[in-house]
């Protein structure tokens, strides 16, 4: 969808066939955020772009279009980090035949995401304790300042964290060559 430019009617269809695991599972409210959000742009684009000025359309069209057009990416990808964890996914790379050198970067992207994210949260809370773009708005009100003190610490543990995460997993031997052990056990179900 993505790189073939799909028309809308198909992306929207894919987008809600996307969006049904989400309330079979129980992840109901998520689900309802990432439908809002991409469903949203969709009105946006449609009812909105062509009642404004030929060059604000262009600019809104532009961010408004390429939004929706990777949501369906993370909104697939969003299920896929909910509800699977990194013994399962590994396993089912391995059961398919996939070559180590794709599993490691993908172990380790999988753990990547969530340690940003407790970062980015201890980075909130440190500026809220010092006063520093408390509000929601402050992205917009101190913009320099605040992306000062959210992007660089940000990128500082990011590298840090990659390393680490990449040395823990040839430390649990996951690069090691020959069969493999899993305490997970994946099979073709079927309700898959």
Known sequence: MLFLHV???TEAIITFLLLV???LSGKIKSGIKLAIMYYGFLMIDYFCIPLLNDRIAILVSMVVVSLRMILPCIIAGTYAFMTTTVSEFICALRKIHVSECVIIPCMVIIRFF???KEDYSQIRNTMAFRGI???KFSLITQPMKTL???IIPLLMNGNNVSQDLS???LTKGIGVKGNHTC???IKVK???
Request: charged share 15%; proline share 8%.
């Open 148 to 150: 000062e003190y959210i």
């Open 114 to 116: 969530p340690t940003i």
């Open 190 to 192: 079927a309700i898959d």
């Open 167 to 169: 040395i823990a997993a």
């Open 133 to 135: 773009g408390v509000g």
């Open 21 to 23: 695991p989400f309330f």
């Open 183 to 185: 305490v997970e056990q």
């Open 7 to 9: 028309n809308e009617i």
